[in-house]
Every structure is written in structure tokens, then in C-alpha cells.
Nanobody, 121 residues
Framework: QVQVAESGGGLVQPGGSLRLSCTAS????????MGWFRQAPGKQRELVTS???????NYLDSVKGRFTISRDNAKNTVILQMNSLKPEDTAIYYC???????????????WGQGTQVTVSS
């Protein structure tokens, strides 16, 4: 019924850029927020950035000034523009949708399958 799909990962050199895209599709009653998490090998999953339905954004401190999240509400899409990439940014990046379905009383989280970002020389 609800699908979350992200794309745009790849291999880049330090200092390079990548643009990740995430689209939510299906019957969604209300979207509260969309965002990006990442998980590096041996590390716990962490929130990188998110944007709420009123446009409020937040960023992991280590990516401030380098990453930018934006939205296209009409398309239920969020973009993560990543610049000045560092090796420590290497991780699987997961798109997250927090949404309310009409038949469910609370909001749930929905996840994409992940896209690999590798920053290496």
C-alpha cells in the first residue's frame, strides 16, 4: 500500500557531491515528516536530517553546512544534497517516512530499502 524508495547513492571521492532522492507513494492520509538516516558498518543507525510538514528542518551537527534537505510536497519527495563529502559519511542511507494512515490511530514509520554511499579515494 505504501512504498518508500530512495536512490542516488554511489562512489565518490572525498570533497565530492551526491544527490539522494526519496519518494513516498501509495495511499497516505497525512505525512508528518520525512528524513534520512544512515548506518555505517559497526555503528548504530543515526538521524542525519529531517523535514516536517511545516518545513522545519534539523541536521546532525557533523553534516551542517554540507548537507541540505529539501522537499516537493506535491510529489511526496525529499532530496538530500550532500556536498564536501568525507570518508566518515560512508554508510547506507535510509529514507524515512512518518505518516498517518486513515485506518491506523497513530503515525508509523516507513522505510526505504537503503542506498549505499561510499566516499573513498
Amino acid at each position: 500500500q505504501v512504498q518508500v524508495a530512495e536512490s542516488g547513492g554511489g562512489l565518490v571521492q572525498p570533497g565530492g557531491s551526491l544527490r539522494l532522492s526519496c519518494t513516498a507513494s501509495g495511499t497516505i492520509f497525512h505525512i508528518y515528516a520525512m528524513g534520512w538516516f544512515r548506518q555505517a558498518p559497526g555503528k548504530q543507525r543515526e538521524l542525519v536530517t529531517s523535514i516536517t510538514n511545516d518545513g522545519t528542518t534539523n541536521y546532525l551537527d557533523s553534516v551542517k553546512g554540507r548537507f541540505t534537505i529539501s522537499r516537493d510536497n506535491a510529489k511526496n519527495t525529499v532530496i538530500l544534497q550532500m556536498n564536501s563529502l568525507k570518508p566518515e559519511d560512508t554508510a547506507i542511507y535510509y529514507c524515512n517516512l512518518r505518516a498517518k494512515m486513515r485506518s491506523i490511530s497513530v503515525a508509523n514509520d516507513y522505510w526505504g530499502q537503503g542506498t549505499q554511499v561510499t566516499v573513498s579515494s
